[in-house]
C-alpha cells in the first residue's frame, strides 16, 4: 500500500505565502514524478508543478515567479513553496507521485487527499 499524505493548507490573506508538503510512504520502490494539482470549484484539475527525482521542474505559467516546488528524495516527500498568492489561487490542492512498488512490475499515479487553500481577505 503506497499513501500521500499531505499538509500545510490554510487561510490566507492575498499576497501572503504558504509552504504545501506532501510525504509518500508504503512499500515504494522508486518515485519518478512528485506534483501538485489543483482544483478549483466547478473547474477541470489542473497541473500546478511537477518535479522528477533528478530535479526538473515544469510549472503552470500562472504561478511562474511566485511558486516553486522541491523534493527530498530521501524521505519521498516534495515540497510547494507559494507566495504572492492572490484570491485565484484558491482551490483544493493534491498531491501526487508517479511510482513503482516493490511488488509491482509497472509505475502507477497516486493521489493525495487533498488540502484547501484559500486566499481572501
Known amino acids: 500500500q503506497v499513501q500521500l499524505v499531505e499538509s500545510g493548507g490554510g487561510l490566507v490573506q492575498p499576497g501572503g505565502s504558504l509552504r504545501l508538503s506532501c510525504a509518500a510512504s508504503?512499500?515504494?520502490?522508486?518515485?519518478?514524478?512528485m506534483g501538485w494539482y489543483r482544483q478549483a470549484p466547478g473547474k477541470q484539475r489542473e497541473l500546478v508543478a511537477a518535479?522528477?527525482?533528478?530535479?526538473?521542474?515544469n510549472i503552470t505559467d500562472s504561478v511562474k515567479g511566485r511558486f516553486t516546488i522541491s523534493r527530498d528524495n530521501a524521505k519521498n516527500t516534495v515540497f510547494l513553496q507559494m507566495n504572492s498568492l492572490k484570491p485565484e489561487d484558491t482551490a483544493v490542492y493534491y498531491c501526487?507521485?508517479?511510482?513503482?512498488?516493490?511488488?509491482?512490475?509497472?509505475?502507477?499515479?497516486?493521489w493525495g487527499q487533498g488540502t484547501q487553500v484559500t486566499v481572501s481577505s
Open positions: 518535479i522528477t527525482s533528478g530535479g526538473s521542474t
Open positions: 508504503g512499500s515504494i520502490l522508486s518515485i519518478m514524478t
Open positions: 501526487n507521485a508517479f511510482l513503482r512498488q516493490w511488488s509491482a512490475t509497472s509505475w502507477s499515479n497516486y
